[in-house]
């Protein structure tokens, strides 16, 4: 199970981290993505993570702004989002993949398992 928090209102230029803990033992094992929705528009991806934490892999719109990190004593994974934009806002949803070899996945049907979804709306 994955729960998702941190979303909220922010002005564009500022930030927010988004948290996703995940309830479960072999959460390490785990290869681990964000992705985001908006109103009308299919659900895209933003960032992945393998399980180690040792790579990670940006949408082309976010690289350089967000960072997406784990720490897997906690069972978290984050999304740290600097100088947000009005197009950042979305529906953020965080998924895990239970098999994940050591790589990195970016499509939607890469993954096993989502949260419920933290929503995040950037003012102009």
């Known amino acids: 199970q994955l729960q998702a928090s941190g979303g909220g209102l922010v002005q564009a230029g500022g930030s927010l981290r988004l948290s996703c803990a995940a309830s479960g033992r072999t959460f390490s094992r785990y290869a681990m993505g964000w992705f985001r929705q908006a109103p009308g528009k299919e659900r895209e991806f933003v960032a992945a993570i393998t399980w180690s934490g040792s790579m990670t892999y940006y949408e082309d719109s976010v690289r350089g702004r967000f960072t997406i990190s784990r720490d897997n004593a906690k069972n978290t994974v984050y999304l740290q989002m600097d100088s947000l934009k009005p197009e950042d806002t979305a529906l953020y949803y965080c998924?895990?993949?239970?098999?994940?070899?050591?790589?990195?996945?970016?499509?939607?049907?890469?993954?096993?398992?989502w949260g419920q979804g933290t929503q995040v709306t950037v003012s102009s």
């Open positions: 998924a895990a993949r239970e098999y994940s070899g050591g790589y990195l996945y970016r499509t939607v049907g890469d993954y096993d398992y």
